[in-house]
């Protein structure tokens, strides 16, 4: 089974950064995505990078703000994320899927544990 695990997580003023990183084995056979799922809303799709390539998509609501990156030599996928707002917090997931390209949580077989990101002045 694979095993992802989320760090980079934290609390910032709005307008600031943070860069989230998703540690696994594999990465150069999966498609890697991050979602985040704030308190009494669904988990929601918000940045993919392909299995090959390295083709990203973004949620309107980030584009140009994140920028996801992949680097398989490391098993590591980051989240660039700038120009934080607090609409942006919520809790940061990484998950893979043997699926070419998805936007649905549910396409997605593994993920990892969440981390908090917090964004309030």
């Known amino acids: 089974q694979v095993q992802l695990v989320e760090s980079g997580g934290g609390e910032v003023q709005p307008g600031g950064s943070l860069r989230l990183s998703c540690s696994g084995r594999?990465?150069?056979?999966?498609?890697v995505a991050w979602f985040r799922q704030a308190p009494g809303k669904e988990r929601e799709f918000v940045a993919t990078?392909?299995?090959?390539?390295?083709?990203?998509t973004y949620a309107d609501d980030v584009n140009n703000r994140f920028t996801i990156s992949r680097d398989d030599s490391k098993n590591t996928v980051s989240q660039q994320m700038n120009f934080l707002k607090p609409e942006d917090t919520a809790v940061y997931y990484c998950a893979a899927t043997s699926l070419y390209y998805s936007q649905k949580p549910d396409q997605y077989s593994f993920w990892g544990q969440g981390t908090q990101v917090t964004v309030t002045s």
């Open positions: 990078i392909r299995k090959s390539g390295g083709a990203q």
């Open positions: 594999g990465f150069e056979n999966y498609g």
